[in-house]
């Protein structure tokens, strides 16, 4: 069985500051995706940045990275330079490759960024 | 602008009155799924289409099911809402060929369900 643990259930960070988000998860299948997901107030889920865990590298998508780490099972977030629009829930969320492709999501981080 | 779509994005029924929600895209994927959302929990999948082929995981209620007539088109049916089933639901579409990054979820906004 594949979990998704998000320890956190609400942060804060001053705006123009760092926050970093944290994300365990447990699988025994070697090959697989993690995700990041924003899902601001009454609005839709996107895709704030994706990691394949075959790739040793850390993704980094503008104000946005992840340190991931494979043996660990940890897949943190970091938000550089926390603008107001980034308060929202974070959701991590993770994905087998193979079969039905089916997400499955951690219970969320909900970020406050304090103006 | 390709997107997927949910109607309504608000929907009040009445105890164990049927109820049906939509979703439509125009991304063109073949896959599509459902997912449950309730307050301040993670989203939790009930099923999805892999074009024509229906997936049910195995722990959603007899009470929920589903049709997709078209490519472009799926729908939720809750056959006998209970107060239970207040939550929100997400419609996402995938497709395995994406590029640069197969399979990778493109959610609607959703439809808030509430149950009276």
């Known amino acids: 069985a594949q979990t998704v643990t998000q320890s956190q259930p609400e942060m804060s960070v001053q705006e123009a500051e760092t926050v970093t988000l944290s994300c365990t998860y447990d699988?025994?299948?070697?090959?697989?995706?993690l995700f990041w997901y924003k899902q601001p107030p009454s609005r839709q889920m996107i895709l704030v940045i994706r990691?394949?865990?075959?790739?040793?590298q850390n993704a980094t998508e503008n104000r946005f990275s992840v340190n991931f780490q494979k043996a660990a099972k940890s897949f943190s977030l970091k938000i550089s330079d926390s603008q107001l629009g980034d308060t929202a829930m974070y959701f991590c969320?993770?994905?087998?490759?193979?079969?039905?492709?089916?997400?499955?999501f951690g219970t969320g981080t909900r970020l406050t960024v304090i103006p | 602008d390709a997107m997927v779509i949910q109607n309504p994005r608000y929907q009040v029924t009445q105890f164990g009155k049927p109820v049906t929600l939509s979703c439509s895209q125009t991304l063109n994927h073949n896959v599509m799924y459902w997912y449950q959302q309730k307050s301040s929990q993670a989203p939790k999948l009930l099923f999805h289409?892999?074009?024509?082929?229906?997936?049910n995981e195995a722990d959603t209620p007899d009470n929920f099911q589903s049709r997709r007539p078209n490519t472009s088109f799926c729908f939720l049916d809750i056959r006998s809402p209970g107060l239970g089933d207040a939550a929100m639901y997400l419609c996402?579409?995938?497709?395995?060929?994406?590029?640069?990054?197969?399979?990778?979820?493109?959610f609607g906004p959703g439809t808030r369900l509430t149950v009276l």
């Open positions: 996402a579409t995938s497709r395995p060929t994406t590029a640069p990054f197969p399979n990778e979820q493109f």
């Open positions: 289409y892999y074009d024509k082929d229906f997936n």
């Open positions: 969320a993770f994905m087998i490759v193979t079969g039905a492709n089916n997400l499955f």
């Open positions: 990691q394949e865990a075959y790739k040793q």
């Open positions: 699988t025994s299948e070697s090959n697989y995706y």
